[in-house]
C-alpha cells in the first residue's frame, strides 16, 4: 500500500511538472521584432524604430539577435541592444518579462533584418 502511494505521488509530481512546464512552452518564435521607420534623418540615413515584444507568458533573457554588419549613424544604447559580434544582445541579458517589449533606434540604409537566434525561458510563468 505504501509503494501505491509513494508512486502515485511521484507520478503527479511528475504530471505537475509537465504541466506547468507546458505553460511555458516558448521559443525564439514567440520573439517578435517590428521594424519601422521614423521620418526623421540622422546625419543623411534614415532612422529606424525597432520594437522586439516578447509575446510569451514567460519572461525571456540573455536575448541574442543576429546582427551581422550592424551599423548606426546615431549612437544606441548599449544597455538596450549591445552589439557583440555577429550578434546583438538585448536588455544587458536582462529579463525581458512576459508580454513585455523594449525598444531602440537606429539609422542607417537600407534597415538590417534582426532576427532573435537565442534566448533562455524564465520560469515565471503569468
Known amino acids: 500500500m505504501a509503494t501505491s502511494i509513494k508512486n502515485s505521488l511521484i507520478l503527479l509530481t511528475f504530471l505537475a511538472f509537465i504541466i506547468i512546464q ?4 516558448c521559443s525564439l518564435n514567440n520573439i517578435n521584432i517590428g521594424t519601422v ?8 540615413k534614415p532612422e529606424w524604430e525597432v520594437t522586439v515584444i516578447n509575446n510569451c507568458s514567460c519572461s525571456q533573457s540573455k536575448i541574442q539577435l543576429s546582427c551581422k554588419g550592424f551599423q548606426s549613424s546615431e549612437s544606441v544604447d548599449p544597455s538596450v541592444f ?5 550578434s546583438c544582445l538585448l536588455v544587458n541579458g536582462g529579463p525581458l518579462k512576459a508580454f513585455s517589449s523594449v525598444n531602440f533606434s537606429y539609422a542607417w540604409d537600407p534597415p538590417f533584418l ?10 515565471d510563468c503569468s
Open 22 to 25: 507546458g505553460f511555458c512552452d
Open 37 to 44: 521607420r521614423s521620418g526623421r534623418e540622422i546625419k543623411g
Open 82 to 86: 549591445a552589439k557583440q559580434g555577429d
Open 114 to 123: 534582426l532576427l532573435p537566434s537565442s534566448s533562455l525561458v524564465g520560469h
